[in-house]
Structure formats: structure tokens, C-alpha cells
């Protein structure tokens, strides 16, 4: 069944979608469909900063698991995703942090064109101003009073003590620590929904599509000409006049150029999928961002978050929170962390370090018993990298993820490193009266073999995969410099799968920057 026909189809309503999805529909006379797999973002859950976590696997995640990772002793990775509308954005821990001016120059080895610092940044100062943050010096703060634990400002005293210097709250990158810049307002996510999406959703020439999930994109001759999708177990076909734009991530966006026929033949086509357009690297060049924490038991008597658990707590800060938006609630527990270049060559960190107030084990699964604090380092720049590959050939199974996450020991080792930083930092001063043990690992290390093993048992996606659609003019890339999909027409892809190599930092804004600097091309 035929809708209609659009100017624009954006597929994915996350991040980049929705930025893109106000940007397009500004001229009234184009017409703009954002279509999406997932419902609405409307849920106490979703608007609540604490409760990220329980989110995860139910009805508004997409719940990905990867292979067993050799790396990680076998185990499969969970690997959550926004199934609503906001994407991660509505999922996510809500820590907004710029990239790296030299993130951007790493870009240029694949020869990509137009993102030097100096371009990118107006892009970046505009998502930041949508978002309601305000700037000095270029950098970007918040007028708001954000949730601070006061074990959190020990943690950034800690560090103090360690060596590092502190940093004011803003969204560039410096190396020490800080409480982080968080996409939080009057108490309550604000994530690219309620910036980009709700304020504009009156209008007339941008249609809002739900629970549709896609099949796969029409191409006629190297041209795409609409989409595929199910809705209410329906299949029904979007025609486009101008382009589609995959904002569906970097696990979805590189599935559905494969279920399309487009990507490598010798993938394709032992699932029956007809090659369209062979293009070898989709798919190619996962990376992501690793993170693993230590534990420590709290001396009795001393609270953190993990209150949030027990009964009476958890019922007095839901009422406050009810009454005026304050209180632990407002956490989003990933309260502060650290940037640090391990071997002080370059401006540009190599590890990044976050701490919650709580304990905070395997993506919140694990809940010891109460209470304690979590931090740890996150490696950067893994020199791993892994795959998105086809299950089958049906659009409803998931892709086959494969990070292969501590493939290269060189990850392993800087994370060593980063471990012994952490258990530096727990030794301070200023926890002497605060923290009573290590609880994870549940023994002291004596060998870099014990961090090695405690690694690979309790290493953790920090969700920010990316590369999977390069962009890159050599032939590893997917797309070019202009976000277009090489060798097809009508077909550009904007989100973090087109991150050339990963960032210094969590990925929400520059996929804000990325879909800015898209539309101000396009418009």
C-alpha cells in the first residue's frame, strides 16, 4: 500500500533524526516525513534523569545483544538502543560533551572534507543553544541547578588530591575533571524531543510516522525512490521526490542498506538478498566506547544512591520529586568524571573516567546490597573494531553485532592502566572516612593478570557505537564528505555510524553537530 509521496523521509526519529526533521520542515512548501520504529517518548521512566537504566530491556529498547566476545570471556555484550521517539537521546545518561578539537582532525586521514574544528563549531554552538545551554568563550554552560551527591564532589576531590586539576561544568573537553554537563531541565530529561521535535510537531508539512518499523529502501536503478515498512503487520511503501536519510544508528542504519542490497556481495547473497550495489565496507569498522568500574563498600551509615532500592528512601525522594522536580530523582547518576592522556603526548585523552554515587555493576543488573560507589576508566580510542553483519535476510531479525572488544592488546593493557589510576584515586585522602572496601573486584589486585581478569568479566558498552557507515572519501567509506552513499543516488546517512573513528567523548552531541551541519547543506 502506497501513502504518499515526500520530499524528505528521515528513517530513525533518534538524535540526528529529529534534529533534521526541524530543519528540513522549516520551509513550509517541503514536504517531511520522520518515520519511526518505536512509540512515544512520554513516560515517567523516560522524563525521570535516575531511572535511565530501567529502561532497559522493555518495550522502549531495542534490547541488542552481540556475539560471544572472546575478549570478554565468551559472554555477549547487551547492548541497549531508544525504540521511541528521542532514540538514545531519551535513553541515555544524558552527558553532554563536545568532541575533541583534535577528534576532528583525526577525521582527515580518510579524506574527508569540511569538518575541521573551525567548521564544525558554529554547528555544535547551535545544537547547544537549541538545547538550551548558554555560552562563554565558545564553551557551553547550564543555568540550571543540577543534582550533585555529595559523594560525587568527593569523587572531583579525590582526583584533586590525585593530581588533576577541576574544571568548570561546560560541554568541552579539558583535561582533569568535572561534574559533567548534562542535558537536564527543571529537573527532567531534556533531551532532541523536547529541543527540536515537540515544539514543532504542529507542522503541517512534517508527518510524524510511529511504530513503523523498516523493511527496506525501493531502488531503481541506483536510485532509491522510497521505503518499506511494517505498520500494524501491514507492509506499505513512502515514495520520495528528493532524499531519504538514514538516521537509524550505527547497528540499524548499515542492517538496512544490506537488507536492501547494498553492502558486500559476499554477504548478501547467502541470504537471498539480490546485490544491488556492492559496497564492501558496510558494515565495517564498529567501534565503540569500553568501560569498566570498581565497586567500593561505604562505611556504615554513609548513604549514596543505591537508597533509590530500599523502600522508604525510594518513596520520599518520589514525592519530592513529584511535588517540585528536586532530589535524588534528578541524579543522572553518571554525576562527574575525568579526562586524562595516560601518556601526557597529546591534549587529546585517551581515557575517559566516570563515577556514580551508587553501585553501579554491568549496566545496573547487578544490585549488591546497599551501599557503595562505582568508577572506573573508559577506553577512547579502542584499536578494536568489529562487524555488522545480516542474520538472515528477514528485516525483523536483528543484525548480527560483533565488536570484538579487546581484540587487540593494546585495549586491554591502557584499561590495565586506567584500573590502577582508579584503585590510586579510591586510596585519596579525602575517602578515609568515607569508603570501607573494595567490593569489585571482590579481591585486591597483585598482577596486571588480576585487572586483566576483573576486565574482561565486568567490562561494559558505554553505548556509543560508531563507523559502521565510514565516512571516509578512501575505499573504506560508505558515505563522502556531503553525508551521500557512494555509487547510489537519493540516499544520505546521519548519524553515528558515520563517525569516521571514534571520539574523545560521549557521542549524543556531535551527532547534534553532525545532523546541523547536514541540514544547513541541504536547506
Not at 221 to 241: A, D, M, P, S, Y
Not at 335 to 364: C, V, Y
Amino acid at each position: 500500500m502506497i501513502l504518499k509521496s515526500f520530499d524528505y523521509i528521515i528513517v530513525g526519529a533518534g538524535s540526528a533524526g529529529c534534529v533534521l526533521a526541524n530543519r528540513l520542515s522549516e520551509n513550509p512548501v517541503i514536504k517531511v516525513a520522520l518515520i519511526e520504529a518505536g512509540g512515544l517518548d512520554r513516560h515517567f521512566l523516560v522524563q525521570t534523569p535516575a531511572a535511565f537504566s530501567k529502561l532497559f530491556k522493555t518495550k522502549r529498547d531495542w534490547a541488542f545483544e552481540t556475539t560471544p566476545q572472546v575478549g570478554l570471556n565468551k559472554q555477549k555484550m547487551f547492548s541497549p538502543r531508544g525504540k521511541m521517539l528521542g532514540g538514545c537521546s531519551s535513553m541515555n545518561a544524558m552527558i553532554y560533551t563536545r568532541p575533541h578539537p583534535l577528534d576532528m582532525e583525526a577525521w582527515r586521514k580518510f579524506g574527508v572534507q569540511g569538518f575541521e574544528w573551525e567548521t564544525c563549531l558554529p554547528y555544535l554552538i547551535q545544537a547547544e543553544q537549541q538545547m538550551g545551554f548558554y555560552h562563554e568563550d565558545t564553551s557551553a554552560y547550564s543555568n540550571e541547578t543540577m543534582y550533585i551527591h555529595p559523594l560525587t564532589e568527593q569523587f572531583v576531590q579525590a582526583t584533586h588530591e590525585f593530581g588533576w586539576p577541576i574544571n568548570k561544568s561546560s560541554s568541552s573537553i579539558q583535561r582533569g575533571s568535572q561534574f559533567f554537563l548534562k542535558n537536564i531541565r527543571n529537573g527532567k530529561r531534556f533531551s532532541v524531543v523536547d529541543a527540536y521535535l515537540r515544539p514543532i510537531s504542529d507542522r503541517k508539512n512534517l508527518s510524524i510516522i510511529n511504530h513503523s518499523q523498516i523493511s527496506k529502501l525501493l531502488v531503481n536503478k541506483h536510485e532509491v525512490t522510497g521505503i518499506e515498512f511494517f505498520q500494524n503487520k501491514k507492509l506499505n511503501q513512502l515514495h520520495c521526490n528528493r532524499e531519504i536519510i538514514l538516521c537509524a544508528g550505527a547497528f540499524q542504519s548499515p542492517h538496512l542498506l544490506m537488507l536492501s542490497g547494498i553492502g558486500n556481495s559476499l554477504e548478501l547473497e547467502p541470504h537471498g538478498i539480490q546485490t544491488i550495489l556492492d559496497l564492501k565496507p558496510v558494515g565495517n569498522h564498529l567501534k565503540d566506547h569500553l568501560i569498566c568500574g570498581m565497586a567500593f563498600r561505604l562505611k556504615k551509615g554513609i548513604q549514596s544512591l543505591d537508597s533509590l532500592n530500599q523502600l522508604v528512601p525510594a518513596v520520599s525522594s518520589l514525592v519530592q520529586y513529584l511535588r517540585n522536580n528536586t532530589g535524588p530523582l534528578c541524579s543522572n547518576i553518571a554525576e562527574a568524571g575525568a579526562f586524562i592522556n595516560t601518556k601526557a603526548t597529546s591534549d587529546r585523552p585517551d581515557l575517559e573516567f566516570h563515577f556514580g554515587p551508587a553501585f553501579f555493576i554491568q549496566h545496573g543488573f547487578i544490585q549488591p546490597k546497599p551501599h557503595g560507589i562505582s568508577f572506573g576508566p573508559t577506553l577512547l580510542h579502542p584499536k578494536s573494531e568489529g562487524t555488522i553483519q545480516l542474520q538472515s535476510n528477514n528485516p525483523l531479525d536483528a543484525p548480527v553485532i560483533n565488536p570484538n572488544y579487546y581484540q587487540d592488546e593494546s585495549d586491554l593493557q591502557l584499561m590495565v592502566e586506567g584500573l590502577k589510576i582508579t584503585r590510586e584515586i579510591s586510596k585519596q585522602k579525602v575517602w578515609e572516612q568515607t569508603i570501607d572496601a573494595l567490593e569489585f573486584p571482590a579481591y585486591e589486585a597483585k598482577s596486571d593478570d588480576d585487572y586483566m581478569s576483573h576486565l574482561r568479566q565486568y567490562s561494559q558498552t558505554l553505548y556509543h557505537p560508531t563507523g559502521t557507515c565510514r565516512m571516509s572519501a578512501l575505499e573504506d567509506g560508505v558515505v563522502d564528505s556531503e553525508f551521500k552513499v557512494k555509487g547510489i543516488s537519493n540516499l544520505r546517512i546521519a548519524d553515528a555510524s558515520v563517525i569516521p573513528t571514534t571520539i574523545s567523548s560521549n557521542t549524543q552531541a556531535t551527532v547534534f553537530m553532525l545532523a546541523e551541519k547536514l541540514a544547513a547543506q541541504m536547506v
